[in-house]
């Protein structure tokens, strides 16, 4: 989708993995830190990559019954692709949140939740996409728990 010759997955293993082998455009390996369990999982392209997985943090289905139905293929094909929305990710964690929104799935790792939660709204809010009673109130039990940094001056 960004016309850079490498299809979405592999920029987004580029993206996400440390110590990465590429060749031409194909990630060959490297290593995530998984930000939904907090665990590094090693990834080698071949039996087992299934362990790294590319999740839609909005999922296509939960964003589809929230108002991209009504979008052309063109819109539908930007969100599919939106590097804002995908994310690399541990694949038995990926599946257990199917086209689950935060009402009904969040991260295991408790750290990760105000990040999700975040990327979850701006997401949404960038394609007008509508949340549930449930998921609003989810949404907002992460976000008044987020921990905010401040600077201090030298």
Not at 74 to 101: I, S, Y
Request: proline share 6%.
């Amino acid at each position: 989708m960004d016309r850079n010759g490498c299809d979405t997955r592999n920029d987004i293993l580029r993206r996400d993995l440390v110590a990465t082998v590429v060749e031409d455009c194909v990630v060959l390996s490297g290593t995530l830190d998984d930000p939904y369990t907090g665990v590094p999982i090693p990834f080698a392209r071949g039996p087992g990559s299934a362990e790294v997985q590319v999740d839609h943090v909005v999922a296509l289905s939960d964003a589809w019954q929230k108002g991209a139905q009504a979008w052309t293929a063109n819109q539908r094909a930007a969100f599919a692709n939106d590097p804002a929305n995908l994310l690399a990710v541990d694949g038995p964690a990926n599946q257990e949140k199917g086209a689950g929104d935060a009402a009904t799935w969040l991260p295991p790792q408790r750290g990760y939740r105000c990040v999700y939660a975040l990327r979850q709204v701006r997401v949404k809010a960038a394609y007008g996409l509508w949340v549930t009673t449930a998921e609003r109130d989810a949404l907002n039990r992460e976000l008044n728990g987020c921990v905010v940094a401040t600077v201090r001056p030298p």
